[in-house]
Nanobody, 122 residues
């Protein structure tokens, strides 16, 4: 299971750190990703970190977000800065194995968290 937390209401320009804690899986063996979804749109990739620490970011988040993981705590983090209204969405964490591009495409995602709402007010 994946349990995401850290969402909330923040003003434009603010920051948030999302957390996702895993249980029941060998966390260190999985690539961990963050995705987001707004009503009426498809779920989109935000960021991913491989089991060995390689990181990828969506163009929209590159330079203002940082993904990290703590294998000892089975937790992945997503720190987001300079948030704007377009970042408003439900954020989901995911765990997968295989090439990062397959996790990004969601083909290789084995587990999904329930999501945490991020709302950015203008």
């Amino acid at each position: 299971q994946l349990q995401a937390s850290g969402g909330g209401l923040v003003r434009t320009g603010g920051s948030l750190r999302l957390s996702c804690t895993a249980s029941g899986l060998s966390f260190s063996a999985y690539g961990m990703g963050w995705f987001r979804q707004v009503p009426g749109k498809e779920r989109e990739f935000v960021s991913v970190i491989s089991a060995t620490g390689t990181t990828w970011y969506a163009d929209s988040m590159r330079g203002r977000s940082t993904i990290s993981r703590d294998n000892a705590k089975s937790t992945v983090y997503l720190e987001m800065r300079f948030l704007g209204p377009k970042d408003t969405a439900v954020y989901y964490c995911a765990a997968g194995q295989g090439p990062l591009r397959s996790i990004v495409r969601q083909d290789a995602v084995a587990y999904w968290g329930k999501g945490t709402q991020v709302t950015v007010s203008s």
